[in-house]
């Protein structure tokens, strides 16, 4: 098993920045896919940003391109979200979430994510 707890969420004015965390317990994460994904209300939960457990790369939603970076500590068991140019639809509940990679391709997909955290609010206000 995997516990995930996400932290660093908070209110933060249109433009600010915010530094997510995603801290693991129960395995090392050197093995998993990690991957960001937001709900606002009333909306699916969408996939925002992921890294690969293999080479690191990374992978992001067409609208936070260019504005997020995700990045992971495998030492710490720690996975990042940087988050710069926040605009008002940023505005979500956040939530990491661990895919055992093994050979498989990463994913964006959700249903394939096994462990979840219980998710931090961002709010962007105007």
């Known amino acids: 098993q995997v516990q995930l707890v996400e932290s660093g969420g908070g209110l933060v004015q249109v433009g600010g920045s915010l530094r997510l965390s995603c801290a693991a317990s129960g395995r090392a994460l050197s093995m998993y896919d990690l991957g960001w994904f937001r709900q606002a209300p009333g909306k699916e939960r969408e996939f925002v940003a992921g890294i690969s457990w293999r080479g690191g790369s990374t992978s992001y939603a067409d609208s936070v391109k260019g504005r997020f970076t995700v990045s992971r500590d495998n030492a710490k068991n720690t996975a990042y979200l940087q988050m710069n140019s926040l605009k008002p639809e940023d505005t979500a509940v956040y939530y990491c979430?661990?895919?055992?990679?093994?050979?498989?391709?990463?994913?964006?997909?959700?249903?394939?994510?096994?462990?979840w955290g219980q998710g931090t609010q961002v709010t962007v206000s105007s």
């Open positions: 979430a661990a895919n055992y990679g093994g050979l498989r391709p990463f994913t964006r997909t959700k249903s394939a994510y096994d462990y």
